[in-house]
């Protein structure tokens, strides 16, 4: 019961069940998210997702400005009825548009494969229904999304989720540190439990913060791994190097277990506010939704 | 092992006790050896690094863990040392030992049991050194009074003769014994065990008191549950068995199963009778058909070997004895035109033909048959007499009996006689009409190519006071008969031979001898000229086993057979004469076990139960219990790596708990089929699947073997067709609807119910509204079903018409060879169920173009179909087994297809025209 289920990657057939599920999963917390009333109540502004005005003529919807035709410009493009008032000919520009892109990152590795007897399904399971949902919701507002650290390009799309699905099913090794290189505003998302990954972090926000991009960690954990509800003699082995440690009395162990547990996660949260970044610590024995609001409400007011 | 004395143990292998000295080493073994730790995968360990301190704790085995091994090792010790709880040795006497073994019939039941009691004496008296004299009540076959040896041997020789001992097939001759002991001298001094039969009585209590003068006497008699059974009577009424069981001690209840075999020992049929407490007999009836009756070779009662439990049937059982009249004139040169030659082979399957002239015959027959003769007037009276003692004469009619009629006739005869069909007459031969219901031959089919040419006819105005049985088509006498002081005259009104019709040539005339014959009284009285005497040719042991008989058995002096009771001298068992074998049995006799006379013991004497002093033996109690504890530490262990420590702790107790509470399956199982279904949950449960069904009768035995029958048919249904029928269904004709199936099975046996009205009108909207309906009496007896009375409410219905005719909508008439239910599935000529050979019934227009929505028939069809669960047909087929089985599943496979198709099967016969139409 204590043991890890493995998720299973390799077997062929078993990662399509597993990820239509997850997806489904995800569809129904992203619908959630949109409906529930919200903590503070204070509406989500609509404005501020879709598309943004990049006050510049560009592709658009908008009415941006009238130029003098010059020659490289095709005459399908004169607008007639403002040329007929004067003696020039002019074409319509309209506003350039671009949607902000939400770069997402979900740590599979395998400790992220581990669950206890206290938890219904594994850190890797919940922290890809997380995932899936923030980029359905950011899909639905017309937002693009991205895998971050997968080299590839980011979409307004529902391509976007295959993406994700495909680079998740067959690689566990994708590197936050990685960020898109691109222009524009952007938001970069981190999913995972960050275990020895300090250095790491402050890296990637230091980075993120000379791109002046903001961000949000999720930390997602086992809730065996937050309260230790081991007793008796105990062999632990790391579920990423494989190092054992052989505990007489686990139970002895568990004040000092949790006192460690709680420093760092502040020291995690400082990491965050470093870099303006928010942070939220998630129980996979919890509810998905309140860290997924936490995420959006902090990632809509930067 | 005086210590344990006070919890009344011994142990009979107590130096493995020694092996309790190993606990403590087990205890110290696993205290330090200490139990593997919980193995956990575990992302954090990065943090458990941190704070680490490398103290390991050392970690032991828990107290209640090391417990419960050592007190799993101390069963496994206890119980290797054999305990027995209880245990009394008997009581050792210091002086020599004379062991009394009684060895008549009564002691075959348990002999194992008196043979360990006479070898625990012996050995006690060998510990101690003294000697051994043996007294055996019995003597050997062939040997009329006991031998009497009273020395004393030591133990090995006393036990060689005990091992040789066997129990006798016959009644403790006690006077015998008494005189015989009365004759030797009886030692003195001596430790005096007497192994009794439980029988007491007069010359006993002299025996007791000889054997108690001087010495102490101990007797072990048997305990009440093992007193011996036996079968005091066998009879045969009409077409039943009745038997009668008895035991010497009628405390207790008890149920005891007779079993009925053939020559080969195979089972022919089974029947329990049941003891009540205080009851010393036991009556028991069962029907057999004549047939089945004739195979019969031996009754026994199950689980009671003894001479007095098996019923050996001789010859004279199963044959009736028929003497035929000699005719004057040589018949062996055209047997084919003599009428003694059809008679002869019509009888021969069910009886014992002799041939004579009639003054040797009226000594010991059954039935004479005279064929075509007239007689004298001294063989007339002869006759007349014996006709009035009893007896049974059929007459054949014939040229010479035409010619000069004499007066033993059931009417008068016109001479002459009738001719049809011939050269010089009008008239063609003339059929047989069917025969009445009133007939004994009422049942048998008429066959249409039995046609008469010729006739003795019977004077029209002398019928009055004769019976008719058969007539002719236009109505003429064929079988006429008159009662006469206690038996019966019957005439055949045409010769034996073919000259006078086709009769003997058909079935029908076997039959119709074998019904005729069946009326005859049985004659039991010996022939008085059985000279030579009965010489034994297989005799019975104390067993109840037939083997060969020892050289030098006298055998049966002349005369003396009705006299003779099985003794030394004539052991029962089958016995050979010139009029065939005979069986002579203990068991039958009515004074072969009438309770036990009482016992008047000296008062010195000491009694005992055999066979009820061994005390209770533990070794089975302790070795379950190590294998319970054996689970239980597995259990414990398994769930200590899983659980946290606290949880495991309770662990042990929750499991024995849990073992505790859970019911046993048996009683979960039964409370199953208790609950009784709601209405809703039965509707359902019969909609949902096809079932055959079957309507549930008081007797549970029926049920069972018709739910057997079902299931099999539906097995076979599902093997064979693409009928696939769930499992049957028992149906109370009461309550529950009977709507959802197609079929309703109703093994009926008398005394058949009346039916209220509701349930009629349920059967009839049921028939009415496409269901079948199988009616089957099971019990192979030829249907009458002509003349059924609805009669009054109350009064349960006197025959199978009546009860038919409760609620039969429609008249019911046989089978006709093309019916649809002869075709629907497989092709039959012939519905065999338990019984082969019966007429099916159904309505009369189904015979037509009509669905018929009822079928009656007597062959017990599914007792036919039900099969163990080791494919064994349930019950012996008769008369064919396997073969027939197999009709009767194809019988049931066209029942149902019946059912659920009616006569579709029937537009096959426009087959040829459809193809030929369509230029085939």
Not at chain 1, 133 to 138: D, I, K, R, V, Y
Not at chain 2, 9 to 20: E, N
Not at chain 2, 118 to 146: T, W
Not at chain 2, 637 to 649: C, D, E, G, T, V
Request: hydrophobic residues 40%.
């Amino acid at each position: 019961m204590a043991e890890p289920r493995k998720a299973e990657h390799s077997t062929p057939w078993r990662p399509v069940t597993r990820w239509a599920v997850l997806r489904s999963r995800a569809q129904i917390l992203a619908q959630a998210l949109s409906r529930a009333p919200r903590a503070q109540e204070r509406p989500l502004s609509t404005g501020m997702f879709g598309n943004h005005g990049r006050r510049r003529s560009g592709m658009g919807e908008v009415f941006w400005q009238f130029r003098r035709y010059q020659q490289p410009d095709a005459a399908a493009m004169i607008d007639w009825r403002a040329s007929a008032k004067s003696d020039h000919l002019f074409i319509r520009q309209r506003e350039e548009e671009t949607a902000q892109t939400y770069w997402i990152w979900c740590d599979q590795s395998a400790s992220m494969q581990f669950q206890s007897h206290l938890a219904e399904e594994s850190k890797a399971d919940r922290a890809l229904v997380l995932t899936l949902a923030t980029a359905l919701f950011f899909l639905e507002r017309g937002e693009r999304v991205g895998l971050l650290g997968s080299g590839r390009k980011s979409f307004s799309t529902r391509a976007a989720l295959d993406q994700i699905e495909d680079v998740l099913r067959t690689r566990t090794d994708v590197d936050f540190t990685n960020l898109p290189i691109g222009h524009g505003s952007g938001r970069i998302i981190l999913i995972g439990d960050f275990h020895e990954q300090d250095e790491k972090l402050v890296h990637a926000v230091r980075l993120a913060q000379r791109r002046r991009l903001s961000g949000f960690l999720l930390q997602v954990l086992d809730p065996a791994e937050i309260d230790f509800p081991y007793d008796g003699h105990v062999q632990f082995t790391d579920t990423e190097t494989r190092g054992q440690e052989d505990v007489g009395r686990a139970e002895a162990l568990r004040a000092r277990y949790i006192e460690e547990m709680d420093h760092w996660r502040d020291k995690l949260s400082a990491i965050a506010r470093s870099g303006g970044w928010g942070y939220v610590r998630h129980s996979t024995g919890r509810e998905p939704l309140p860290p997924l609001r936490a995420l959006t409400d902090f990632v809509a007011t930067r | 092992m005086e210590w344990l004395s006070p919890i009344l143990t011994s142990f009979q292998a107590p130096w493995v006790l020694a092996g309790l000295l190993a606990l403590p080493a087990l205890w110290w073994l696993l205290r330090h050896q200490p139990p593997r730790p919980q193995h956990v995968d575990f992302p954090a360990t990065w943090i458990i690094a941190r704070i680490q301190d490398r103290e390991d704790t050392p970690t032991t085995t828990p107290w209640w863990l090391l417990a419960l091994r050592a007190l799993l090792l101390a069963c496994v010790i206890f119980g290797l040392a054999r305990p027995l709880l209880n245990h009394r040795p008997a009581a050792a006497g210091d002086g020599p030992l004379l062991l009394v073994m009684d060895n008549d019939w009564t002691t075959a039941a348990h002999w194992q049991d008196r043979m360990q009691t006479a070898q625990a004496l012996i050995d006690q008296a060998e510990q101690r050194g003294a000697g051994v004299a043996l007294l055996v009540s019995e003597p050997p076959v062939g040997q009329e009074a006991p031998r009497i040896d009273l020395s004393f041997l030591n133990s090995e020789a006393a036990r060689e003769r005990l091992s040789i001992l066997e129990p006798r097939p016959w009644t403790a001759q006690r006077a015998a014994l008494l005189k015989a002991l009365q004759q030797a001298r009886v030692p003195q001094g001596a430790d005096v065990h007497w192994l009794w039969n439980g029988v007491g009585g007069q010359e006993t209590e002299e025996i007791a008191r000889l054997l108690a003068k001087g010495n102490r006497l101990t007797a072990h008699g048997p305990a009440p549950a093992d007193t011996p059974y036996a079968i005091s009577s066998l009879e045969e009424h009409g077409d039943a068995l009745a038997a009668s069981l008895s035991r010497l001690d009628p405390t207790g209840e008890a149920q005891v199963t007779l079993r009925f075999s053939d020559a080969q020992g195979n089972g022919i049929a089974r029947s329990v009778a049941h003891f009540a407490d205080g009851a010393a007999t036991a009556d028991l009836q069962m029907r057999l058909p004549a047939e089945t009756m004739g195979k019969l070779a031996r009754a026994e009662i199950v689980g009671q070997a003894s001479a007095a439990a098996s019923y050996a049937f001789g010859d004279d059982w199963r044959r009736r004895r028929v003497g035929l009249v000699s005719l004057d004139e040589d018949t062996d040169a055209l047997p084919l035109t003599s009428p003694i030659y059809y008679i002869k082979r019509a009888l021969a399957p069910m009886t014992q033909v002799e041939t004579g002239p009639i003054d040797d015959l009226t000594d010991g027959m059954d039935a004479i048959i005279v064929p075509d003769q007239s007689l004298t007037p001294g063989a007339i009276m002869t006759l007349t007499e014996w006709i009035e003692k009893g007896g049974l004469v059929l007459r054949f009619a014939g040229d010479r009996l035409a010619g000069r009629p004499d007066q033993l006739t059931p009417t008068d005869l016109r001479p002459g006689g009738r001719e049809m069909g011939a050269a010089m007459t009008w008239d063609k031969p003339v059929p047989l009409g069917a025969f009445d219901d009133k007939s004994p031959f009422a049942g048998l089919a008429v066959p249409e190519d039995v046609k008469v040419s010729r006739q003795v006819l019977a004077d029209p105005n002398s019928l009055d006071g004769a019976e008719i049985w058969a007539q002719l088509e236009d109505g003429t006498p064929l079988v006429t008969a008159r009662r006469m002081g206690d038996g019966l005259l019957v005439m055949l009104h045409v010769g034996a031979d073919p000259k006078y019709s086709t009769l003997p040539y058909s079935g029908l005339f076997v039959e119709m001898l074998e019904r005729v014959v069946k009326l005859s009284g049985r004659h039991h009285a010996a022939p008085a000229d059985i000279d030579a005497g009965m010489a034994a040719r297989r005799v019975m042991d104390g067993f109840g086993r037939l083997g060969e008989p020892p050289a030098g058995l006298p055998g049966i002096p002349a005369g003396q057979w009705d006299s003779s009771v099985p003794s030394p001298l004539a052991p029962p068992g089958l016995y050979e004469g010139p009029q065939g074998s005979r069986a002579l049995n203990l068991a039958g006799r009515r004074d072969i076990a009438g309770g036990p006379a009482g016992m008047a013991w000296p008062p010195s004497a000491r009694v005992e139960a055999i066979g009820h002093d061994t005390g209770v033996n533990l070794l089975p109690w302790l070795i379950a219990a190590a294998l319970l504890l054996f689970a239980l530490d597995l259990i414990v262990s398994f769930m200590r790596r899983l659980l946290p420590r606290r949880a495991a702790a309770a662990a042990p107790l929750a499991v024995l708990a849990l073992v505790c509470l859970t019911p046993r399956e048996s009683d979960a199982q039964s409370a199953i089929q208790q609950q009784p279904l709601t209405p809703e949950e039965y509707a359902i449960e019969a909609a949902g699947e096809l079932h055959l069904a079957y309507v549930a009768t008081g007797d549970p035995g029926t049920n069972r073997l018709t739910e057997r029958g079902l299931q099999t048919l539906s097995n076979m249904l599902s093997l064979r067709t693409s009928v696939e029928p769930a499992r049957p269904m028992a149906v109370d004709l009461e309550q529950d609807d009977i709507a959802f199936f197609p079929v309703l099975y109703w093994a009926v046996t008398p005394p058949y119910p009346r039916l209220s009205a509701p349930v009629i009108e349920k059967l009839q909207r049921y028939m009415r509204t496409g269901g079948l309906l199988v009616v089957d009496t099971g019990d192979g007896a030829p249907l009458r079903l002509s003349g059924g009375v609805a009669g009054p409410a109350g009064a349960p219905p006197a025959t199978l018409a009546d009860f038919v005719a409760q609620f039969a909508t429609q008249p019911l008439s046989p089978m006709a060879r093309d019916h649809v239910l002869t075709k629907s599935f497989y092709l039959l000529q012939d519905f065999p169920g338990r019984w082969a050979g019966q007429t099916v019934y159904v309505s009369a227009d189904s015979n037509e173009d009509a669905v018929s929505p009822i079928i009656v028939t007597s062959s017990g069809w599914a007792a036919g179909w039900a099969m163990s669960n080791d494919n064994k047909p349930l019950v012996p087929l008769v008369p064919d087994g396997p073969r027939q089985q197999e009709y009767a599943w194809r019988t049931g496979i066209n029942m149902v297809m019946y059912a659920l198709t009616g006569t579709y099967k029937s537009d096959q016969v426009h087959l040829p025209a459809l193809l030929e139409r369509l230029g085939q």
